[in-house]
């Protein structure tokens, strides 16, 4: 399947805008990072607008996008609906934050940080489908989180280490936390992809009239470790583990202005070549 570059930049952008929001009530719970909730507020919606306006790219009639929200079953109806409810926490946490210059209250920390993680979930399983075999598992969603949580508190810890004059305490394990989940997540869903390669050839095979005795299409290339996806898995699973060793970097140093930077290139470069990979090896089972 070709790259949809617009839809890669639309989960890429959209989970790395949860994921900084995420960060805000994570930092939030843990009573620090007071000086950068607000600047980190209004990148996460950038961030998010960015994403939305990404996806109309992908479509040659972008009035007919608004046809689909009739039905709460589709995958966008249900994407726009977590995205909206997203906003108006957003909405909310930024009046608590004009208003007191402590953090927001915890029960508002824990509702953005569950609705974030509900905005990932939502979107990934809109990609969910049986006839898609390599995109139909739970560890997509889940690598969405990944990365998206570890963009967020790369941009958290590197804005409040240049706005406040030491570190927060709680950014060392939280970069670690969410850049482990990145690269185990990262590396579990290619595992994955790669072993879907047999749903292809459990279904039967349609042949082309002409050449009969050959198959349309190979099921190998839709392994995670074959063809042209090998060489982008790898650096998907390397530039994720990489974030990882900055956070450890990190929290050894306590230098997040450079760490959190790092963390943010590395788990966003992984992020869109596991995306790639996405659509390298997102065959249907219909193509046979």
Not at 65 to 80: A, D, R, V, W, Y
Not at 187 to 206: D, H, K, L, P
Not at 236 to 259: Q, R
Request: aromatic share 12%; hydrophobic share 50%.
């Amino acid at each position: 399947m070709e790259l949809q570059w617009p839809l890669i930049l639309f989960t890429t952008f959209i989970s790395a805008s949860a994921g900084l929001f995420a960060a805000q009530g994570c930092y939030a719970l843990a009573g620090e990072g007071r000086k950068a909730q607000l600047p980190t507020l209004i990148t996460s919606v950038v961030i998010m607008a960015i994403g939305g306006i990404a996806v109309f790219f992908h479509l040659t009639h972008p009035d007919r996008l608004f046809n689909g929200f009739g039905h709460i079953t589709s995958g966008i109806t249900q994407e726009l609906i977590a995205i909206v409810s997203t906003f108006v926490v957003m909405a909310i946490f930024f009046v608590y934050l004009r208003r007191s210059e402590e953090n927001p209250p915890k029960w508002l920390a824990w509702i953005a940080v569950l609705v974030s993680l509900v905005l990932v979930v939502v979107m990934g399983h809109s990609y969910m489908m049986p006839a898609r075999p390599t995109w139909d598992s739970v560890l997509q969603p889940l690598s969405l989180i990944g990365s998206g949580f570890a963009m967020g508190i790369g941009i958290f810890a590197a804005l409040d280490a240049m706005r406040s004059q030491s570190a927060a305490t709680c950014s060392g394990i939280l970069a670690l936390a969410s850049s482990g989940l990145s690269a185990l997540t990262t590396i579990c869903y290619a595992i994955a992809m790669s072993t879907r390669e047999n749903t292809f050839v459990s279904v039967g095979y349609r042949y082309d009239p002409t050449h009969p005795t050959h198959a349309l299409v190979d099921a190998a290339n839709y392994s995670a470790f074959s063809g042209g996806s090998l060489s982008l898995t790898i650096a998907a699973i390397v530039l994720a583990l990489a974030a990882f060793a900055c956070a450890f970097w990190g929290k050894k140093s306590t230098k997040w202005s450079i760490a959190g930077r790092l963390i943010v290139v590395c788990s966003c470069a992984s992020a869109i070549l596991l995306r790639m990979v996405f659509y390298t090896t997102g065959g249907s089972v219909f193509a046979f």
